[in-house]
């Protein structure tokens, strides 16, 4: 929404600023209003930003909101896409009739091949309250990092095993009390390789099992092109598929590694048939 506040405004002013100066030249008008445009929407830009590192300095990690709603979910998710919209991004999402119904408790499984994963999912499907449990260095980054505390992500720490497994019943506990549900990439890290997936780490489906919630399975192809090509001005697909759910009644009667192989055979075998899809 915000996005196009922002390209009204510029379009405006820039049409007010030629009236004003009686831009007679046809070519050099046209030319004048591109830049004013450009220069506007810049301003516009920046100050967002600036709203936006004033939010975030006053969220305070230790005390955080009771619920997800609030300004911060609204207006980080906003910024999220005036940052998408202006770099030419377009999100293709797939499957989305295989979504369970909102205020159903889930687990969703994805792969990772870029930064942006979990805030494509966050924002995009910000009526099923989707969190993540992300590494703990996002947490740590000045001002964004008190934005995703506050939307609800949970920090994992993988260089310490207890407080991993605190951050997996925390996560859990959150599934079950209906204060968010979790994303999680077993991947462990972001993918750099030529293959599919990375192996996946079992510990992750445990949230589904101590929550007994369903997993749902997706896939995204094409983030890891968003730094290539992020100012070519040419547009960047992504495409996000939603490929199904393992019922909760399965999750329970199956072992975790047995879940994890599951999953992991049927997102592997998707991007294998589907690899990354060639815009121009």
């Known amino acids: 929404?915000?996005?196009?506040?922002?390209?009204?405004?510029?379009?405006?002013?820039?049409?007010?600023?030629?009236?004003?100066?009686?831009?007679?030249?046809?070519?050099?008008?046209?030319?004048?209003?591109?830049?004013?445009?450009?220069?506007?929407?810049?301003?516009?830009?920046?100050?967002?930003?600036?709203?936006?590192?004033?939010?975030?300095?006053?969220?305070?990690?230790?005390r955080l909101p009771k619920t997800i709603h609030t300004f911060y979910r609204w207006y980080g998710f906003e910024t999220l896409k005036v940052f998408m919209k202006s770099l030419h991004i377009r999100i293709h999402i797939h499957g989305l009739e295989n979504m369970p119904e909102k205020g159903t408790p889930f687990l969703l499984?994805?792969?990772?091949?870029?930064?942006?994963?979990?805030?494509?999912?966050?924002?995009?499907?910000?009526?099923?309250?989707?969190?993540?449990?992300?590494?703990?260095?996002?947490?740590?980054?000045?001002?964004?990092?008190?934005?995703?505390?506050?939307?609800?992500?949970?920090?994992l720490d993988?260089?310490?095993?207890?407080?991993?497994?605190?951050?997996?019943?925390?996560?859990?506990?959150?599934?079950?009390s209906g204060y968010a549900n979790y994303g999680i990439y077993p991947e462990g890290g972001e993918n750099?390789?030529?293959?599919?997936?990375?192996?996946?780490?079992?510990?992750?489906?445990?949230?589904?099992?101590?929550?007994?919630c369903q997993i749902i399975l997706t896939t995204v192809r094409n983030s890891d092109h968003i730094f290539r090509r992020a100012f070519t001005f040419r547009p960047i697909h992504i495409d996000w598929d939603i490929l199904g759910t393992i019922p909760a009644e399965e999750v329970k009667a199956c072992k975790t590694n047995e879940i994890s192989e599951r999953a992991f055979q049927v997102m592997n075998a998707f991007l294998t048939e589907n690899p990354d899809p060639i815009y121009h």
């Open 1 to 62: 929404m915000l996005f196009y506040i922002y390209v009204c405004i510029s379009l405006c002013g820039s049409g007010v600023i030629l009236w004003l100066q009686g831009a007679k030249n046809v070519p050099v008008g046209i030319l004048l209003f591109i830049l004013y445009f450009i220069g506007i929407y810049i301003l516009c830009f920046l100050f967002h930003l600036l709203v936006f590192a004033i939010g975030g300095y006053t969220i305070h990690v230790d």
């Open 109 to 155: 499984v994805g792969n990772h091949r870029s930064i942006f994963d979990p805030m494509i999912g966050m924002a995009y499907l910000v009526d099923w309250d989707l969190a993540y449990v992300s590494k703990q260095e996002n947490l740590a980054i000045p001002f964004v990092g008190r934005y995703i505390a506050a939307v609800g992500c949970l920090p």
């Open 158 to 176: 993988r260089e310490n095993p207890k407080n991993a497994v605190r951050t997996i019943k925390q996560a859990a506990e959150n599934i079950r």
């Open 192 to 212: 750099k390789t030529n293959q599919p997936m990375l192996p996946f780490r079992n510990g992750a489906f445990k949230i589904a099992k101590d929550a007994g």
